[in-house]
């Protein structure tokens, strides 16, 4: 009996021996792919989006251009006056801007939300200054809530975060009414987790 007993001990152990090692392995798996993009910072800089029609006199450079256009946009101007540069299919304006916060002590983010409508009359998100911390399959969320908290509450999904890093541009859908959206938000698929978020603020309410 004693014998029968060692057997069914020994078995037991290599069970759960067995058990203990798959428990370990599903653990690590997703660990190992939740942390691995953490140590792997992605730059992604992208110019300030000009439009197809946009035309730069020579002698200023796109550089000069993006500064002259965005200074512009946030001047008054009457309807008669010409532009600083000649331009015309290139205007933009700025519907709505706000700046990237850390959501926890883990996640954090920083960095200027802003967006733009173009000349075409297409609207853009555009990061400036971007550092976010990184993360799987991370998107860019343009949500209605004020408070940038809840998604039921309608939000567009503007695709994969290009990198953690950077000055990028993502283009709203055609026929979006962007200045219904009132907060951006980087968020993990996979897990259900947001990263960062920012309050957009409307350019006309003065602030």
């Known amino acids: 009996m004693q014998i029968i007993r060692w057997a069914t001990s020994t078995r037991e152990r290599k069970i759960i021996a067995s058990l203990a090692i798959a428990l370990v392995i599903a653990i690590a798996i997703p660990a190992v792919w939740l942390a691995s993009p953490l140590f792997d910072n992605k730059t992604v800089d992208e110019e300030f989006p000009l439009t197809v ?10 550089e000069e251009a993006e500064v002259m256009m965005e200074t512009a946009s946030k001047l008054d101007m009457p309807a008669e006056e010409s532009m600083t540069l000649a331009m015309e299919g290139s205007a933009s304006s700025v519907i709505a801007m706000g700046e990237l916060m850390d959501e926890d002590f883990f996640h954090k983010g920083s960095g200027k939300a802003t967006i733009y409508r173009l000349g075409d009359g297409s609207s853009v998100l555009r990061f400036e200054g971007l550092n976010v911390t990184n993360g799987p399959d991370l998107h860019v969320l343009l949500l209605e809530d004020p408070t940038v ?13 290009k990198g953690n890093r950077g000055n990028q541009n993502y283009e709203l859908p055609d026929g979006t009414d962007a200045s219904t959206y009132h907060g951006v938000m980087i968020y993990c698929q996979p897990f259900r987790v947001i990263f960062s978020t920012a309050q957009l603020t409307a350019a006309d309410s003065g602030a």
């Open 149 to 161: 908290r809840d998604k039921d509450l309608g939000y567009i999904d503007l695709g994969g975060l």
């Open 53 to 62: 029609s946009a035309e730069i006199p020579a002698n200023v450079t796109r």
